[in-house]
């Protein structure tokens, strides 16, 4: 179990956002902490302490008009922490190999791969010949309904019919390197985790052989235990609105120290 940290842009500002907030219309979201500094100060605080397989979360779409910004962001970060960083939004086979070429080590893809409602094959099938998949990472971020945790895309706004289960995680696992999930229902608001959801993580066969990483709720070192213990000590983890480096009281410093990997 490792920490992974994270750089999440919208407009153009590296900030911490309440996941279910974020909406595309008038590219509004509600924030927990907006910070001071760009996004490549972030990127060489974590290649100073040596922490590869961060996150860089691009949180505006194409169409807004504080893409450009946002992009020009998250490139920053990349071009700070050559080969240190994943980036995600807005990835597809296109795309993708434009991002590698700036720095990124992968790519992370939801909506490209879960379209319509559905898991496009042939988009992973395209994906993977652009890149490879030892190049990709798969985000089954999620949110509960009746009973289900389903995929969501384009910014956690639209559900999918696809469930997260351990039989998705091995259907998918030959298309990618690595998993990525948000419990969006808890992300940003440092209230606990999602345990059932570690659990179904934590229990899947593969986890630790292909790496799996958790975002959502953590705000303590017990969050971090309790997930260590649902996840069997296999599932890596990510901290944002709880952590000081972003106006939270969860120490950085110790939780890098202690879960460095």
């Known amino acids: 179990m490792r920490f992974r940290p994270c750089i999440d842009i919208h407009n153009g500002k590296v900030k911490q956002i309440v996941g ?3 909406t595309d219309r008038g590219d509004r979201a509600s924030t927990n902490f907006v910070a001071d500094k760009p996004a490549d100060w972030f990127a060489g605080r974590y290649q100073e302490d040596g922490l590869y397989g961060g996150h860089v979360i691009l ?3 194409a169409s807004s008009p504080y893409f450009e910004e946002t992009k020009k962001q998250a490139l920053r970060a990349l071009q700070a922490f050559p080969g240190g960083l994943q980036i995600g939004g ?4 296109d795309n993708a190999g434009d991002y590698l070429d700036e720095g990124a080590s992968h790519v992370i893809v939801t909506s490209y791969v879960f379209s319509d409602g559905r898991i496009r094959w042939d988009h992973l099938e ?3 010949d652009a890149v490879g998949k030892e190049r990709i990472v798969l985000d089954l971020s999620c949110r509960k309904r009746d009973g289900k945790y389903l995929v969501v895309t384009d ?7 696809t ?3 351990r039989e998705l995680l091995n259907m998918l696992a030959g298309f990618c390197a690595e998993f990525l999930i948000h419990g969006v229902d808890v992300e940003g608001r440092s209230a606990g985790i999602d345990q059932e959801l570690a659990g179904i993580l934590g229990t899947w066969e593969k986890a630790g052989e292909i790496p799996v990483t958790y975002a959502g709720g953590i705000a303590s070192m017990e969050d971090i235990r309790i997930l260590q213990k ?8 990510t901290v944002g609105s709880a952590l000081d480096l972003f106006g939270g009281e969860l120490s ?8 460095h990997g």
Do not use: C, H
């Open 230 to 237: 649902a996840g069997k000590d296999r599932v890596d983890f």
């Open 20 to 22: 279910g907030s974020l």
């Open 155 to 161: 910014r956690w706004q639209k559900f999918t019919d």
């Open 59 to 61: 949180l505006n779409p």
């Open 163 to 165: 469930e997260v289960t």
């Open 126 to 128: 395209q994906l993977k």
């Open 252 to 259: 950085y410093d110790e939780i890098r120290q202690k879960y």
């Open 90 to 93: 807005g990835i597809r086979a």
